[in-house]
C-alpha cells in the first residue's frame, strides 16, 4: 500500500492529513553540540586510573554520536575504520569542555555520565578532509542591488565565479547553468528577492538542488585621486564592493544563516569595482562553507498530522505508533479536541518520503485497520 499524494485523504471513519507547518524565519547553525553519554572501565590498576578510562570512553562516544549526524549512514558503515583510527581515537581533540553529572563505583568498574560539549568546526573539517562529508549540491544565484549601476551585474560575474571555486575546491557540487537561468526567471527571482524561497521549491527539487545561496552585490566609487606616473596623469580609483548573501535550505526553503561581506580595491580601469566584490567573495565563500559543512547529512522536515474521528485513547497509542515509524525522529502531540488530535512530527526527508514509511510501518497499518481504512 503506498501514498499516491503528498497530502493523505482517508476515507470512511478515521481522516489523516499530512501537511507542512510554517518554517521560521531564520535559522541559525550551531557552532557545537552537548550531549549526555556514558562510559565505563573495568579496575585493573586502580580506581582512578578507570575512572579516566571511563571518561575516556565516554568522550568517545560523545563525538562517534556527534559525527554520526555529519556523515550518510552508509558511508559511515563503510569508513568504520578510517573514522575509528582518525576522529574516535582523537576525541579530546574534539570535545571543548565536559562535566561529570553521575559516578557510580563497584568492586570490579567505575561507570560515568558525562555532559560534553563537541566543537563542530574542527569535527566537520577533519570530516572533510577524509572526503567523507555529503556532497551537497549548491545552487548560488547573484543579483545587482545597485538602483542606478545598471552594469553592477558585469561586475559580479569574477565574484560568482570565485564563490564556486570555493563551494567546488571544497568538495561540493555546483548546478549547471540552465538551473541557474531558470531560478532567474524574472517571475521566480522577484520572489527569491523578497524572501519567498518556497517560489524555488520545485526548481529545486526537480534539479537535485539541496542548498540554495541568494547573494545580493553593491558597489561604490570610494574616491578618485589623481597621480603622476612617470609624466602621465593616471586616475586611481578606490572602490568598495559588498556582498549580502543568504543560505537557504532548499527542501523546507528555511533561512540557514545570513550574512554581509566587504571587499576593497585600489586601481585604473574598470575592473576596480569587480576586484573589490571579487574580495569580498572570497570571504563570502569561505564563510558559506564552513556553515553547509555544519549541516546535518540527513535533513529532517517538521510536518503536521491532523488525525480526526480518533478517540482520545487511540490518539495517545498514535504516538507511540508514529515513533515506530521508519525516519521519524521525534513526535509531539498537540492538541486533542472534537474527536481531532494533532502532531508535529521531524522527520527525513518531506512529506511524500513520510507517507511512504507509514504505509509501510506494520503498527500504523494495524491501528488504522482496526477503524477500516483506506488510502486515496
Keep these: 500500500m503506498k501514498f499516491k499524494i503528498a497530502s493523505l485523504l482517508v476515507a470512511l471513519s478515521l481522516n489523516f492529513v499530512l501537511y507542512s507547518s510554517p518554517v521560521k524565519a531564520e535559522g541559525k547553525i550551531p557552532e557545537s553540540t552537548t550531549i549526555t553519554v556514558d562510559g565505563e572501565s573495568a579496575i585493573v590498576e586502580s580506581q582512578s586510573t578507570a575512572e579516566k578510562n571511563a571518561i575516556s570512553e565516554a568522550l568517545r562516544s560523545a563525538v562517534e554520536s556527534t559525527t554520526g549526524v555529519y556523515l550518510m549512514s552508509e558511508t559511515k558503515v563503510q569508513n568504520f575504520q578510517t573514522l575509528s583510527d582518525e576522529i574516535y581515537t582523537k576525541a579530546n581533540g574534539f ?3 565536559y562535566d561529570v553529572i553521575s559516578k557510580s563505583v563497584t568492586k570490579d568498574s567505575v561507570k560515568v555520565k558525562i555532559r560534553a560539549k563537541v566543537s563542530l568546526e574542527p569535527l566537520v573539517d577533519s570530516l572533510k578532509k577524509l572526503g567523507l562529508l555529503r556532497k551537497w549540491t549548491i545552487a548560488v544565484i547573484m543579483t545587482s542591488g545597485d538602483i542606478n549601476n545598471a552594469t553592477t551585474n558585469n561586475y559580479s ?3 560568482l565565479t570565485e564563490i564556486n571555486e570555493i563551494i567546488l575546491d571544497n568538495g561540493f557540487r555546483v548546478v549547471d547553468q ?6 532567474e526567471a524574472p517571475d521566480i527571482l522577484k520572489q527569491i528577492n523578497s ?5 524555488a521549491s520545485k526548481i529545486l527539487k526537480d534539479s537535485g538542488v539541496d542548498i540554495l545561496v541568494v547573494a545580493k552585490t553593491y558597489t561604490e566609487e570610494i574616491a578618485n585621486n589623481p597621480v ?5 596623469n593616471v586616475t586611481l580609483t578606490s572602490a568598495k564592493g559588498r556582498i549580502e548573501a543568504k543560505l537557504v535550505r532548499a527542501d523546507t526553503a528555511e533561512l540557514l544563516a545570513t550574512k554581509s561581506f566587504e571587499g576593497k580595491s585600489v586601481g585604473a580601469g574598470n575592473g576596480v569595482r569587480a576586484q573589490a566584490l571579487k574580495e569580498g567573495a572570497n570571504t563570502a565563500g569561505t564563510y558559506l562553507v564552513s556553515q553547509i559543512m555544519k549541516l546535518p547529512a540527513s535533513t529532517s522536515s517538521y510536518i503536521q498530522l491532523s488525525v480526526k474521528n480518533i478517540s482520545f485513547a487511540k490518539a495517545k497509542e498514535m504516538v507511540g505508533v508514529l515513533k515506530s515509524v521508519k525516519g521519524i525522529r521525534k513526535v509531539t502531540s498537540r492538541g486533542y479536541r472534537n474527536n481531532e488530535a494533532i502532531y508535529e512530527v521531524e522527520s527525513d526527508g518531506d512529506v511524500n518520503l513520510l507517507a511512504d514509511n507509514l504505509s509501510e510501518n506494520a503498527k500504523f497499518s494495524a491501528i488504522c485497520a482496526d477503524y477500516g481504512i483506506k488510502f486515496i
Excluded at 228 to 232: C, E, P
Design 157 to 159: 560575474d569574477s565574484a
Design 195 to 199: 524572501g519567498n524561497y518556497l517560489a
Design 228 to 232: 603622476d606616473a612617470y609624466g602621465v
Design 178 to 183: 540552465d538551473v541557474v537561468a531558470s531560478l
Design 95 to 97: 570535545v571543548s569542555e
